[in-house]
């Protein structure tokens, strides 16, 4: 088997459909045999046309009817019914036995990343090699303490999931403007405390500090990689972290 299978998580609304979607057509475009695997019960609308679909296993509605439960209730039953469904999903990812398996995950990344079943599956999955996105939403890391705090939300997904996990800052078209900016912080840890020091409220400024250093001194720090979905700039950049995840370096 040489299925390789790549979870793209990140909070809610952060792009993970549409980047799913560019993946596909990019591993389509370069002559790999990819495959999407939709794992949010709640999708609506997807970018692309899953190839496995959890909402085949698991339908919100009909939890809703038969248990009685309000629309929260049902989304937190729907995803941690996900783990239950793992061999069939499995079965159909072996029979169509793609190069990559690119799994799309729920919206809100606390049913997936921190209750039992998302973690479940992920470790689960059989696949020759695995691999984690995360992505940090453009639009949400403006400020250097925000970007702190996406980041620790980053770390705790890879502490849960237990994987090789690449971090893509996402919309990179719509922060073209604070690209450089949030690229120093993602690249430096000494340039994320010396604009730290600079934030007026003394008590964030050194917990967000601290948390950066202990970030970076844990060897958990990584590269970001900017991409745009809508104009596809770092998609060969993403291309080739996944390569060197999943491949060994050998491009695909
Ligand atoms: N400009 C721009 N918009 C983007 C980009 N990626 C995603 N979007 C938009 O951001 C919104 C959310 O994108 P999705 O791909 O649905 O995000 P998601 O993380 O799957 O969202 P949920 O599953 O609902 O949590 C959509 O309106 C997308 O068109 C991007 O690179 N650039
Ligand atoms: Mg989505």
């Known amino acids: 088997m040489a299925m390789k299978a790549i979870f793209i998580t990140g909070t809610a609304g952060s792009g993970k459909s549409l980047l799913t979607s560019r993946l596909l057509q990019w591993y389509r475009d370069n002559g790999a045999y990819p495959v999407t695997l939709n794992l949010d019960p709640g999708a609506v ?6 190839d496995i679909d959890v909402r085949n296993y698991v339908d ?7 248990y009685g439960l309000g629309p929260n209730g049902s989304i937190i039953m729907a995803s941690d019914m996900i783990a239950t469904k793992l061999d069939e999903i499995q079965k159909e990812a072996d029979e169509l036995n793609p190069d990559y398996l690119i799994v799309d ?4 990344i606390e049913l997936f990343a921190f209750r039992a079943s998302g973690p ?17 939403d453009g639009m949400l890391v403006s400020s250097p303490i925000n970007f702190v705090s996406i980041s620790l939300l980053a770390l705790s997904v890879k502490l849960r999931l237990k994987m090789a996990q690449i971090n893509v800052l996402t919309k990179r078209d719509l922060v073209i403007d604070k690209l450089k900016n949030i690229m120093d912080w993602a690249g430096s840890s000494m340039a994320l405390e ?30 970001l990689i900017a991409v745009s979905s ?3 700039s ?6 080739a972290a996944l390569a060197r995840t999943l491949n060994q370096g050998e491009d695909i």
């Open 60 to 66: 919100i509605a009909t939890l809703m009817e038969s």
């Open 45 to 50: 609308n997807l970018p692309y046309e899953p």
């Open 194 to 223: 010396h604009i730290l020091n600079s934030e007026k409220d003394a008590e964030y400024s050194l917990l967000t500090k601290d948390l950066a250093r202990s970030i970076s001194k844990g060897g958990f720090a990584q590269s």
């Open 120 to 136: 479940y599956f992920a470790v689960n999955l059989h696949a020759d090699n695995k691999a984690t996105i995360f992505a940090f």
């Open 230 to 232: 809508i104009t596809m």
């Open 105 to 108: 995950t729920p919206g809100q």
């Open 234 to 239: 770092g998609m060969v950049n993403l291309a």
